[in-house]
């Protein structure tokens, strides 16, 4: 017996305004704003603030590219009749300061699917003080609202169908389907991991990289691609299909409405040949499935924690670009690099390095849990055994029923 334990804290046991009291309290001191022109006196600041962490790499937009999505009408279509509703967002502190921006894409195409709504994440960055707040949620949803007031537009313009106008609870009927880019986990690379972490706390899978081996195009300037050859990114697709983050299989057909509108949105600001190598590949990897009589590709559960850590082996970036993507000038200088070494001299190089990751996430204290059906609720109980397959064989053979 000691003299005092910690007590942690079941969600299960909070009623539904306790959430919605805790959430306001947090959320009480920011406020999140959408610019809608780049006139707005905070457009140049979140536009630098981005730039600084994605630019330089060619994964953002150029500023004129920027101003401009700003400036179009959302009402009318591209020439592959998508309908686009680019999007600012910025967080301010109790002192107008900005401590947060996210900006993204809404990408609707009747003639794709006439009830799916695409919500394409595109960056987001968090000033050091406000990170680990629960700012980065609300930059993370954030986005749906604006998402069912475009669609409302598009709705009441007659240039979209609601499939159930009574019931905005429900998003009317659509399916909306929250799409980020991220790099492949690799050891080393930490701010990747922790990344990988936040986005599977967040209900997203990433579509498996052998059916659908992605590549964000290389947004850098036409002149400087044509200096130093077109350098795409091979990035994993990470889907939050909103209320069904269950299903362990994504429709073909939904995976090619979801690439067709992110590809139609790149469009705006890319040469047409530097996206139609990268789109190409992964339409004629989803043809070839198709021939084979599938009709879905496998979606890949992300970690939450250290139960499930093991989840990142069929995401390690070295095997994922040698098995899926090939030696080519955007994966060489990885596949050469000091990785390879590690994963030659030590066949167990992968695992050690998961039972490293998982030995630091356990080591952190956590004073909340979900339910006491799910783990313990004090010290002393037996924990909730670690889920099946933590570190086992990832083959890419298995077929996994739905969750």
Same mark, same amino acid.
Request: hydrophobic share 35%; aromatic share 12%.
């Given at each position: 017996m000691?003299d ?9 046991d909070?009623y539904?305004q306790?959430?919605?009291e ?5 959320t009480?001191?920011?406020?999140l704003w959408s610019i ?5 006196p905070?457009f140049?600041a ?11 790499s060619?994964?953002?937009e ?13 009402y009318?279509?591209?020439?592959f ?9 910025v ?5 107008g300061?900005?401590?947060g921006?996210?900006d993204?894409?809404?990408?609707y195409?009747p ?7 695409v919500?394409?994440?595109s960056?987001?960055?968090m000033?050091?003080d ?17 998402a069912m ?6 709705s ?17 009927g659509?399916r909306v ?8 986990f690799?050891p080393?690379?930490?701010?990747s991991?922790q990344?990988?972490?936040f986005?599977?706390?967040?209900g997203?899978?990433?579509?498996n990289?052998r ?12 002149e400087v ?11 994993m697709?990470? %889907?939050r *299909?909103m209320g069904?983050? &269950?299903q362990?299989?994504?429709?073909i057909? #939904?995976a /090619?409405t979801? =690439?067709k509108l992110l590809y139609d ?7 047409p040949?530097?996206?139609a190598?990268?789109l190409?590949?992964?339409l004629?990897?989803?043809?070839q499935?198709e021939a084979r ?21 069929? %995401?390690? *970036?070295?095997?994922?670009? &040698?098995?899926?993507?090939g030696m080519?000038? #955007?994966? /060489?200088?990885? =596949?050469?690099?000091?990785i ?12 050690e390095?998961l ?5 630091q996430?356990?080591?952190r204290?956590h004073?909340v ?7 313990f609720s004090w ?6 055994p670690s889920?099946?397959?933590?570190l086992?064989?990832?083959?890419e ?5 739905p969750?």
């Amino acid at each position: 017996m000691t003299d005092g334990n910690r007590v942690r804290l079941c969600m299960k046991d909070l009623y539904g305004q306790d959430v919605v009291e805790m959430i306001e309290r947090e959320t009480r001191r920011y406020e999140l704003w959408s610019i809608e022109s780049p006139d707005h006196p905070d457009f140049k600041a979140a536009f630098d603030l981005l730039w600084e962490a994605f630019g330089e790499s060619g994964e953002m937009e150029r500023e004129d590219s920027v101003r401009g999505f700003l400036r179009e009408d959302v009402y009318e279509p591209d020439r592959f009749g998508t309908f686009m509703r680019y999007f600012l967002l910025v967080a301010r502190d109790r002192d107008g300061r900005v401590r947060g921006v996210r900006d993204g894409t809404i990408l609707y195409n009747p003639a794709y699917s006439s009830d799916l709504v695409v919500v394409y994440l595109s960056h987001i960055y968090m000033l050091p003080d406000a990170r680990g707040t629960v700012l980065s949620y609300w930059l993370r949803i954030a986005p749906v609202e604006l998402a069912m007031q475009f669609m409302v537009g598009l709705s009441i313009r007659g240039l979209a169908r609601l499939p159930n106008p009574d019931a905005p609870g429900r998003h009317f009927g659509l399916r909306v389907n929250l799409a980020a880019e991220m790099e492949y986990f690799s050891p080393e690379d930490r701010l990747s991991l922790q990344r990988i972490l936040f986005y599977g706390r967040g209900g997203f899978d990433a579509i498996n990289p052998r059916h659908f081996p992605y590549r964000q195009p290389d947004f850098r300037e036409p002149e400087v691609i044509a200096k130093t050859g077109n350098m795409p990114h091979p990035f994993m697709i990470l %889907l939050r *299909r909103m209320g069904r983050e &269950r299903q362990a299989r994504l429709p073909i057909s #939904e995976a /090619r409405t979801v =690439l067709k509108l992110l590809y139609d949105d790149f469009a705006a600001f890319c040469e047409p040949e530097y996206l139609a190598n990268s789109l190409d590949v992964v339409l004629e990897r989803l043809e070839q499935r198709e021939a084979r009589g599938k009709d879905s590709v496998e979606l890949l559960p992300l970690p939450s924690g250290p139960r499930d850590i093991g989840r990142l082996k069929r %995401l390690f *970036r070295y095997n994922v670009y &040698r098995q899926y993507y090939g030696m080519g000038p #955007e994966t /060489r200088a990885y =596949l050469e690099g000091p990785i390879r070494d590690q994963v030659y001299k030590s066949p167990g190089f992968l695992d050690e390095e998961l039972r490293k990751i998982r030995t630091q996430l356990n080591d952190r204290p956590h004073y909340v849990f979900e339910s006491r059906g799910r783990g313990f609720s004090w010290e002393g109980e037996a924990a909730a055994p670690s889920e099946a397959g933590d570190l086992g064989d990832a083959s890419e053979t298995v077929e996994v029923e739905p969750r």
